[in-house]
């Protein structure tokens, strides 16, 4: 016999429960018609553990009766199945669709003995604390107490294998249960096999991109539920009537009318049997009379006709039941009718009996959320507003007492005051969790709600700030904060509210100068938070804060110093160390390695608490743009280690761009411009973060060739970037845009690109990163026949950055000199000057910039004469070698035609690898593939490549055969998703 375990609403397939004895009763929820394909793809699918499947549709589309036809399946025989799902009215407790499925365990104890981890579930889960391992000690930091509750859950799966996992209503899911997902699909056990649904035009992109990064070993398909056609519809129809068939245009009239959605064609035929306007002619049914089926809205409309039909005290239990919006115990509905107990339990019954509501294990409600609404929107005004002041009353009874549940019932009610006050509650308690975007909401909604001027106001406010702040896709809130420091707050609340407006400011906006004015006006309320004035003052040390010295202390980075031995907690204090170490850095203040070496003793081995991977990247990422890429190799390795074990999405998205820049410096090109693509969309809220990553993807599109598509991505950074604290991102942006308008001849462009840069620089001091810019600057300003001004600024530059912790300093001032040397006609010293810049380049590791010099070096030595001509071949075989092994078709081409004018001998594009790469792209069909993705014709793919357009022809009907689509853009779609089909996909 098969052990199945199914919660929610599901039902055994050993056993008949009352659903399924009520839904037969009315005709509906029995029938399976016309998705046997879509359920073979699941059954296929989920037969192949480890395996993940989404499963798309709008409400009413079919998506749960779908689902609950998977356990009869033979392939998935002896399978348990765990069913939870994410609730309309959203509660502060995280993760809540996963614990409701895990909850199916009561009756059914996993087979296997449970790891010791499995204790961290015993709050969560107190019903199953006889299975559970003994409770360990609490852990100290959020994050890593989050992280072994993802441990204890994956665990629990594991043992209970094998088992399909159904999460259904995804998109309501909350911030955690996607964390959550990310991690168990990150590793997954071998047995486990993962469905989830959603409604595909309420979906948050996050759940769509679950898939994204999936183990090689894991299984996935997709299915789409479509609206049926005429003849389904039909079918449909037939079969509730326990008929052959209906007529066609009887079929074809209630297709038109329901839109072909299956639980629209049931409440309609329900209706028309009960008002017994549709009859039998011979084998099949017709209607009667054509205008009976003319209902504008024909969910609503029909759902209320048929509860019309029904006596008074049933309809009562309807409205409580639409009013709590999910299943509720029987007691529930019944104080909430406003009835006695004999007369709401008769009430429910009939109700049952009618198929509008369905019992769910101890639980009672609708069957369809389209039902609920269509019930809850026909009833008056003020009765709904009793309802939910009812309802929010008896719910206070409960425990754990239900606060999302609560609060969104005082707000329908009309009770806004006490609305604000649960709601804050119900943040603080999700602030506990660590569900900080659940918080944010709540908080956020509660301030609209409060004036500014309440005395409640600030403390909200300063709780919204600190929830925000956290999340990867911050809040508009900036306006809400704004206006409560416009009225009198305590000194604390003001300092700490400012303080965390600067903060937001300072990631979300482009003004670089409200966020410094924020800061420094907290400072002075702040001297009883010795973290937060710390904090402000080192966001005043970046550069571009005021000039004026803040007091005796010194500089704002030395004042930051010297408080943080008064702040008493010593995570929050490595956190700190890695603000000011990142700014020394990033200003070539040598000091910066010292701290960083603090910040590693102190971290100690593994990092896993957030404010410590905080501190590891914020210096990582500096001393990568600084140029010190081994040391910035190092600290993000640590850094993404400790943002993968805490579990924190926004952590984990911002060392992957910063990783993203350190693997452009490098030349680690593989997989690259796919990772910026998703990096992009997920950093959409995040301006500062993103426009490091929007520089990477236009350097990429240049080296690439798709000089349109770079001019585009580097200009719009450049101007956004601009005048704000760009000192990081800005002369990487530079150097490429000046560069693609040198080599187009748009010398005008690329001077007043220059100029706009340069501009500036007349500050006091020069910053490491500048080098990143220099030499192509240079070039552009001599291609301009500003040669004075290009001598200028390279003195200038030289002397600035003399005595700096400035590694690329030397190999920028030699490369910009090679170009100098060229336009005072000395093409030997040129060269001279351009292979000392390469050798430098390549000893730190920057091989693209190596490479560029080095075929500078072999076009001076082909200008110096007969007798330099003879040393064209080695750099310029070097930076072809280099060209070609990081896919630059751009450099290339270019380095490919001088190599033949000197006659230098060109390497092809790959040397002759295996025969056959099955399933997979070989390295030509990618490269054809990444080109037509991108919008290249086949001719300006040839010419990259240097093939034939035939070849390309040829290799594209192979990519794309691969790849399983019909077109570019399908091509482009699937590369930037990171995978290709294998043989378990669909």
Request: net charge neutral; hydrophobic share 45%; charged share 25%.
């Amino acid at each position: 016999m098969r052990d199945y375990v199914i919660t929610g609403c599901w039902q055994a397939t050993d056993g008949r429960g009352s659903q399924a004895a009520s839904q037969e009763a009315s005709g509906l929820g029995s029938l399976f018609v016309g998705r046997a394909e879509e359920l073979a793809t699941l059954a296929r699918a989920l037969s192949r553990p480890p395996a993940v499947v989404l499963v798309e549709g709008e409400a009413g589309i079919g998506k749960t009766r779908l689902l609950a036809e998977l356990p009869a399946r033979p392939e998935l025989a002896g399978a348990r199945f765990l069913v939870g799902g994410c609730p309309a009215i959203r509660e502060p407790f995280p993760l809540g669709p996963v614990l409701e499925a895990v909850r199916g365990l009561r009756d059914r104890p996993p087979r296997s003995r449970l790891s010791p981890v499995t204790g961290a579930l015993r709050p969560l889960l107190p019903e199953l604390a006889g299975l559970l391992a003994p409770a360990p000690e609490p852990l100290p930091d959020r994050s890593a107490e989050r992280h072994r509750v993802f441990r204890a859950l994956v665990e629990l799966f594991q043992a209970v294998h094998p088992v399909t996992v159904v999460l259904e209503d995804l998109h309501w899911a909350d911030g955690q249960t996607l964390d959550f997902l990310r991690y168990l699909l990150g590793s997954p056990p071998p047995t486990l096999s993962l469905v989830v649904t959603f409604r595909g035009e309420e979906v948050d992109p996050a759940v769509r991109s679950l898939t994204g990064r999936l183990a090689e070993s894991m299984t996935r398909a997709q299915v789409v539920l479509r609206p049926f056609d005429v003849a389904l519809t039909g079918e449909l129809a037939a079969g509730i009537v326990n008929a052959d068939r209906v007529s066609e245009d009887f079929a074809s009239y209630l297709c038109e009318r329901t839109g072909g959605l299956p639980f629209a064609v049931e409440e309609v035929m329900a209706l028309l049997r009960e008002r017994g306007v549709v009859a039998r002619q011979g084998q099949q049914w017709v209607r009667r009379a054509m205008d009976e089926l003319a209902v504008p809205a024909v969910v609503r409309d029909h759902v209320l006709g048929r509860a019309s039909l029904l006596p008074a005290r049933t309809r009562q239990v309807l409205d409580a039941a639409a009013v709590l919006q999910r299943p509720a115990p029987e007691q529930l509905l019944a104080a909430l009718s406003g009835q006695p107990a004999p007369v709401a339990a008769a009430g429910l019954s009939r109700a049952i009996e009618s198929g509008l509501l369905v019992e769910h294990g101890a639980t009672i409600g609708f069957r369809h959320v389209l039902a609920a609404q269509a019930i809850y929107d026909g009833i008056p005004g003020p009765r709904r507003r009793a309802l939910h002041d009812r309802a929010a009353a008896a719910l206070k009874g409960q425990e754990p007492m239900p606060l999302g549940q609560i609060a969104h019932h005082l707000r329908q009610a009309g009770r806004l005051d006490d609305w604000a006050v649960v709601a804050e509650a119900a943040a603080d308690q999700a602030v506990e969790l660590g569900h900080d975007g659940e918080a944010a909401r709540l908080l956020e909604e509660a301030l609209r709600q409060v004036s500014p001027g309440a005395g409640s106001a600030g403390r909200i406010a300063v709780k919204l700030g600190r929830a925000a702040i956290e999340l990867l896709r911050i809040p508009d809130v900036h306006d809400l904060l704004s206006k409560v420091l416009e009225h009198e707050q305590p000194r604390a609340v003001r300092g700490e509210l400012r303080f965390l407006l600067g903060l937001l400011y300072d990631q979300t906006s482009g003004d670089s100068l409200r966020p410094r004015q924020l800061f420094q006006a907290a400072v002075d309320d702040l001297d009883d938070r010795p973290d937060l004035q710390a904090w402000a003052m080192v966001g005043l040390g970046i550069r571009g804060a005021p000039p004026a010295a803040p007091g005796p202390g010194g500089g704002w980075l030395d004042r930051a110093l010297e408080i943080l031995p008064r702040v008493d907690d010593p995570v929050f204090e490595v956190f700190l160390l890695g603000k000011v170490t990142s700014v020394l850095a990033a200003s070539g203040d040598r000091r910066w390695r010292e701290l960083a070496a603090r910040i590693e003793q102190r971290a100690g081995g593994a990092v896993r608490q957030r404010r410590l991977v905080n501190a590891f990247h914020s210096v990582g990422q500096t001393v990568c743009y600084a140029g010190h890429h081994r040391t910035a190799e190092r600290l993000l390795a640590v850094a993404r280690t400790g943002a993968l074990a805490c579990e924190d999405e926004r952590q984990e998205t911002l060392v992957r761009s910063a990783q993203a820049v350190l693997d452009y410096c490098r030349g680690s090109w593989e997989g690259l411009a796919a990772a910026t693509a998703g990096l992009v969309d997920q950093l959409a809220d995040q301006p500062r973060s993103r426009s490091m990553v929007e520089v990477v993807a236009g350097c990429l599109a240049l080296a690439y060739g798709d000089q349109d598509g770079a001019a585009c991505r580097l200009g719009a950074t450049v101007a956004q970037v601009d005048g704000q604290d760009g000192t990081d991102v800005l002369p990487m942006a530079v150097g490429a845009l000046v560069r693609l308008a040198v080599a187009r001849g748009d010398t005008a462009a690329a001077a007043a690109t220059v100029d706009r840069y340069v501009a500036g620089l007349e500050g006091p001091e020069l910053w490491p990163a500048t080098c990143r810019a220099l030499p192509w600057v240079v070039e552009a300003l001599l291609a301009a026949g500003r040669r004075p001004d290009a001598r200028r600024l390279w003195s200038r530059c030289s002397d600035g950055l003399s005595g700096l912790d400035a590694p690329l300093a030397p190999a920028a001032l030699r490369h910009a000199q090679g170009f100098l040397a060229q336009a005072d006609g000395e093409p030997s010293a040129a060269a001279h000057h351009f292979g000392a810049a390469a050798r430098r380049y390549r000893s730190l590791r920057c091989p693209y910039e190596a490479a560029q010099a080095h075929e500078q070096a072999a076009c001076a030595l082909a200008a110096a004469g007969e007798r330099e001509r003879e040393r064209v071949a080695e750099p310029l075989r070097a930076a072809l070698a280099t060209f070609q092994r990081l896919g630059a078709a751009w450099d290339l081409g270019r380095a490919a035609r001088t190599a033949r004018r000197y006659g230098v001998p060109a390497p092809t594009r790959y040397r002759r690898g295996r025969r056959g790469y099955g399933p997979e792209l070989s390295p030509r069909e990618r490269e054809v593939a990444e080109r037509a993705a991108r919008g290249s014709t086949n001719k300006e793919i040839a010419d990259e490549l240097f093939i034939s357009t035939n070849t390309v022809k040829k290799q594209l009907a192979s990519a794309m055969r691969k790849l399983d689509v019909g077109s570019r853009a399908a091509v482009a779609y699937r590369l930037a998703a990171g995978h290709q089909d294998d043989s378990h996909t669909n």
